[in-house]
């Protein structure tokens, strides 16, 4: 499935409709699992992500291969944020195949931050330590390759072209790798190469990508192809390449034409999004509760509630701050006393905190009057990181406390709470439940605030959170077990005894999953571990209950001898 222009994606676009139509939700998800490469070839990139977000979000089967497609179609959909998280959230997926988990990878690299691209120089690593010197390269290496090389500049992607090039690698990486020289190529503020080797190395790679670009017929060029040819275009016309490498003017009309058509799915995803965001917003202010307190006067009179984006605050793991899709510049949270401030009004969750006990909690041993000038010191900062259109909507003060806006508030320390009140008390639903673990696993994995070290409350909440979570992990064990899932059971309590040796309830609920699924040796292993713990590290006997659970395994395990 190609096209060579907007009305070559008809078709395909046509296809993903129908499959709506009459078809399963599972059959649609397998569906799109055989023919996303077709589809992304083919430049249908809304359509297959509404069936994606229709069918395949929650899939049993393909998920992995159907997340990786996703990924690349809300990058190509510049929808940066939600790709990102996609890409973030299964990269570190144990299950995970490796030319998935290196698509992954490459999107992340792309979009993501240098901890992204570090992760991928060390897969990259993994695959060149296994790989024979010389051999053929297989389309997992090649792609981890690509994305250890994103954001360093010219030659080193040039470089990581030609050893693709030179062990025989798929078009689909060696296509991706050449379109990104050029664009980063493009980037450059002064065109030219620092030697005439570095030069002819990716005048090597425009010759290439000229040959293939007149090969390919303007009717069967592929998405990634137009991609290619653009960018060497937009370097020829910035002066940084010859122009004796510029696109036939067939193959440049065919490329722009695909591109002018990803821009109105671009646009038109965007207004969806908008729309989706302000449905949503207005059903969360109509279901507030009733009783709700007055607000108290905001730092802008009349912002709360406005059209003001939403404040995304991640906690877990280290401090990221977002205002709709919008990164903050972390530049404005250099003080470790501005990250704590903000913690702990997020952690409030929009309830007032007094300003006395913020400047107890801050500045313990500081005088009334020092202590008072710091806070408003580092409450100047915060308004300046958390600045929209020139005003700060988020934060509310009274005179004796402050607040953030929970109206315009979202954290991914809510969210966590959320999923363990699900994981207790919601209905049990294996495939949600599987989404939650794995979030768990990636996303939520991090401490509180890692950074903060000293201030007490933030290390108060970060030990409830801790208990919480595993509190939540062996409810969920239970429940499964109950229900007759003991292999679902399984992985919930080796989440929950993996999180805190200490719990000997964790370990009890690892051991009668481990019964349940028949594995009794690993169940008598987890005690003998757990007592050992328990008698070396804090000088205690196990419980009578954990103690029963191991003599129902070792009489299990003799009665069958």
């Known amino acids: 499935m190609h096209c060579g222009d907007a009305a070559r994606s008809r078709p395909a676009s046509r296809a993903c409709a129908v499959v709506r139509s009459f078809a399963t939700k599972p059959a649609c998800a397998s569906w799109l699992a055989a023919h996303g490469a077709d589809l992304l070839s083919a430049a249908c990139f809304k359509p297959a992500h509404e069936l994606f977000v229709y069918a395949g ?17 809300l990058a190509a959909l510049d929808d940066a944020a939600c790709a990102l998280f996609l890409a973030r959230k299964f990269a570190s997926s144990r299950s995970i195949d490796p030319e998935s988990r290196s698509r992954m990878l490459l999107v992340a690299s792309c979009l993501g931050d240098d901890e992204d691209r570090r992760r991928a120089e060390s897969v990259a690593a993994e695959f060149a330590a296994r790989a024979k010197v010389g051999g053929s390269i297989a389309p997992a290496a090649a792609f981890s390759l690509v994305a250890a090389q994103v954001g360093k500049g010219v030659m080193p992607l040039a470089e990581a072209w030609g050893e693709l090039a030179s062990r025989g690698a798929p078009d689909g990486p060696l296509v991706f790798a050449a379109a990104m020289v050029f664009w980063a190529l493009a980037q450059k ?13 990716v005048e090597r790679v425009a010759l290439w990508a000229c040959d293939l670009a007149a090969r390919t017929p303007s009717v069967a060029m592929s998405w990634q ?19 004796r490498f510029s696109p036939a003017a067939d193959a440049l009309a065919a490329a722009r034409a695909i591109e002018a058509a990803r821009f109105t799915e671009c646009a038109a995803h965007r207004r969806d999004s908008l729309r989706e965001e302000r449905a949503r917003a207005e059903r969360e202010r109509s279901s507030r509760d009733r009783y709700e307190a007055r607000p108290i006067r905001s730092e802008t009179p009349g912002a709360p509630g406005s059209s003001a984006p939403i404040l995304y605050v ?24 501005t990250k704590t401030l903000l913690a702990l009004l997020v952690l409030a969750r929009g309830r007032e905190l007094s300003r006395e006990r913020l400047l107890e909690t801050l500045w313990p041993d500081s005088p009334h009057g020092c202590a008072i000038k710091n806070f408003y010191s580092v409450w100047s ?4 990181g958390l600045d929209y259109e020139g005003t700060c909507p988020y934060l509310l003060r009274d005179q004796g406390g402050v607040r953030l806006d929970a109206r315009l ?19 049990i639903d294996l495939d949600r439940w599987r989404d939650h673990l794995e979030a768990i696993d990636g996303s939520y994995s991090g401490d509180l605030l890692p950074s903060e070290s000293v201030n007490d409350d933030i290390a108060a909440a970060r030990r409830r959170l801790r208990i919480n979570l595993v509190d939540s992990l062996v409810c969920a064990s239970g429940r499964l077990l109950e229900s007759g899932e ?9 989440e929950a005894a993996g999180r805190d040796r200490s719990r000997e309830d964790a370990c009890a609920a690892l051991m009668e999953a481990q019964l349940g699924a028949g594995q009794r040796a690993a169940a008598i292993d987890t005690y003998l571990s757990c007592r050992r713990y328990l008698v070396e590290e804090l000088g205690i006997d196990p419980s009578p209950s954990i103690v029963a659970l191991y003599r129902s395994a070792v009489e299990a395990e003799e009665a069958l001898e």
Do not use: H, Y
């Open 57 to 73: 979000k929650n899939a049993r089967q393909n998920r992995i291969l159907l997340a990786a497609d996703e990924a690349v179609r």
């Open 189 to 201: 503020k002064t065109p030219g190469f620092a030697s005439p080797e570095d030069a002819r190395a």
């Open 225 to 243: 192809c137009a991609f290619l040819v653009v960018s060497l275009s937009r370097a020829v016309e910035e002066g940084s390449l010859p122009t």
């Open 314 to 337: 991640r906690l877990l793991g280290g401090l990221d701050v977002r205002i709709g899709e919008q990164q903050v510049d972390m530049q404005a949270f250099s003080r470790q006393k």
């Open 381 to 384: 900062q915060l308004k300046r």
């Open 409 to 427: 508030l979202r954290s991914d320390v809510a969210e966590l709470d959320s999923i363990c009140r699900a994981l207790s008390f919601g209905e």
């Open 486 to 494: 003991p292999r679902a059971a399984l992985w919930f309590a080796r």
